[in-house]
T-cell receptor
Framework: QKEVEQNSGPLSVPEGAIASLNCTYS??????FFWYRQYSGKSPELIMS????GDKEDGRFTAQLNKASQYVSLLIRDSQPSDSATYLC??????????FGAGTRLFVKA | GAGVSQSPSNKVTEKGKDVELRCDPI?????LYWYRQRLGQGLEFLIY????????KSGLPSDRFSAERTGESVSTLTIQRTQQEDSAVYLC?????????????FGPGTRLTVL
């Protein structure tokens, strides 16, 4: 059974701090990794994708990938209350299916 | 269209009735996915379409669930003889090309409540 694991949280950080969200996956052949943001009552929205080991930065978001450790993370710098949401890690398997983690709830306190 | 659309946005039905959920993907997207999300849970993969064929139906929970797609356009997910455990948000996503390595864009979902 291929799995994607995330801490369910909630993760609470003060406004302006760095929020660090972590994800581990079991399928060693996975080559691409995605982070989605889901506000309460809304559908998931893609915010980052990463395919190579190392860091990928996009504005206040940085995705980090370590395939040897089967670990992917998302850092949110200068966290804002509007960042409060559930963050889903998504890992495609070798076929057509994408496995989503259960998500980490993030609260950014003003 | 500008994004993935789904209808209805909400559906309340009685146990034992059939329901049909519709998804209209982003124009030009060849791949289409259906997911189920129960309250407070993650996304559960149901089925994937490449064009109008479904190479992966492994996620369909039971034979009460079926789906079809017309060409590279609209898809319908049908649930027969609904049960209370079918209550969830049903999400549709599309991607430009097939295979899980591609970015998926989600519709707003259909919230199904089975009484």
């Amino acid at each position: 059974q291929k799995e994607v694991e995330q801490n369910s949280g909630p993760l609470s950080v003060p406004e302006g701090a760095i929020a660090s969200l972590n994800c581990t996956y079991s399928d060693r052949v996975s080559q691409s990794f995605f982070w989605y943001r889901q506000y309460s009552g809304k559908s998931p929205e893609l915010i980052m994708s990463i395919y190579s080991n190392g860091d990928k930065e996009d504005g206040r978001f940085t995705a980090q990938l370590n395939k040897a450790s089967q670990y992917v993370s998302l850092l949110i710098r200068d966290s804002q209350p509007s960042d409060s949401a559930t963050y889903l890690c998504a890992v495609p398997t070798g076929g057509f299916k994408t496995i989503f983690g259960a998500g980490t709830r993030l609260f950014v306190k003003a | 269209g500008a994004g993935v659309s789904q209808s209805p946005s909400n559906k309340v039905t009685e146990k034992g009735k059939d329901v049909e959920l519709r998804c209209d993907p982003i124009s030009g997207h060849t791949a289409l996915y259906w997911y189920r999300q129960r309250l407070g849970q993650g996304l559960e993969f149901l089925i994937y379409f490449q064009g109008n064929s479904a190479p992966d139906k492994s996620g369909l929970p039971s034979d009460r669930f079926s789906a079809e797609r017309t060409g590279e356009s609209v898809s319908t997910l049908t649930i027969q003889r609904t049960q209370q455990e079918d209550s969830a948000v049903y999400l549709c996503a599309s991607s430009l090309v097939g295979g899980g390595t591609n970015e998926q864009f989600f519709g707003p979902g259909t919230r199904l409540t089975v009484l």
